[in-house]
């Protein structure tokens, strides 16, 4: 109930405060200002997990979670004291019935981010769930051979650390060369590489983190392009619901992609195999690979019935 609560807290901030931020910035500086505001989440992941485990080193476990829970108390007082006055400029045409999102996905555009937004989720929040038992994992078969770089709990902070440089990276090179095309192309490596992480656990320490840097700075290499893209291609009126539909569809694949991950592991095998692990990483990489085809598919369709309303 209580991670209930947490996760509800989270949603209830995250994408409103994007909103919020959209409403006040327009033009070129939008998307560098979306891609500041999404990186700013992985910065936030990466220093929970370096304070969670150095406070639970020092103290007990439980302080770790008192010192999280600090962090949203202050947000709230940043939001009260510096959030604009000022409100933003109303838009006009909006009439769709709340709650209803059927008109985001005839924005063939926007709704082409929303599923893209959805596989890269799914790669991006089983990633950050399994990461640390799979450094843990890969640190104690090679125990005797050689010692941690360092604890699990500080790699995958190191790791997480890389994550918003390549998120704002991204998006510039995406502004730069084409949002889809480039999207697309990070997709389909991050993919390829999440074929091989998990089977590099045996492999030496440094190249198994080198490997799963890599492997997440091509996750996060899209995360902003997506979220921008998303703000470019919706219509004015209809942003808050976009962002809405972008926002639980997004989460949604982020909550059960943990699961999946840790349901493939048990059955190919357990925490204890190789194999196992390799093929739960794989199962993040298909997910992430499976939006190209999605977002072909959609198109196709959108195109035929074009045609036959056209006709």
Known sequence: MLQGLAGAGLAGTYMPGLKILSDHIEGPRQSRWVAVYTSTFGLGAALSLWMAGAIAAMAEW??????????????GLLV??????????????????????????????????????AAHCWELF???????AFFAFAGAIRVTAEPMLASAATLAAALNLMGPAASILGNE???????????????????????????????????????ASVYFLAIMGDSAALTAGLLASAEPQQRGAAMAVH?????????????????????????????????????????????????????????????????
Do not use: K
């Open 80 to 117: 009260f004291v510096r959030l604009p006055r000022r409100q933003p400029r109303p838009t006009a045409g909006n009439t769709a019935p709340l709650l209803d999102f059927r008109s985001v996905f005839r924005n063939r555009a926007a709704a082409g981010y929303i599923l893209a937004y």
């Open 62 to 75: 439980r302080w770790a979670f008192v010192a999280a829970g600090i962090g949203p108390a202050v947000a």
């Open 173 to 211: 090179i995406a502004v730069r060369f084409g949002r889809a095309r480039v999207v697309l192309a990070i997709m389909s490596l991050s993919a390829a590489l999440a074929c091989l992480v998990g089977f590099s656990a045996s492999l030496p320490g440094a190249f198994v983190f080198a490997l």
């Open 126 to 132: 089983g990633f950050r769930s399994w990461i640390v």
């Open 247 to 311: 926002s639980f569809l997004g989460f949604g694949a982020a909550f059960v992609a943990p699961v999946v991950f840790g349901a493939v592991l048990d059955f190919a095998g357990g925490n204890r195999s190789v194999f196992a692990w390799g093929v739960a990483f794989a199962s993040l990489g298909i997910g992430c690979a499976l939006a190209p085809v999605t977002l072909t598919m959609y198109r196709r369709t959108e195109r035929r019935r074009d045609h036959r309303d056209a006709r």
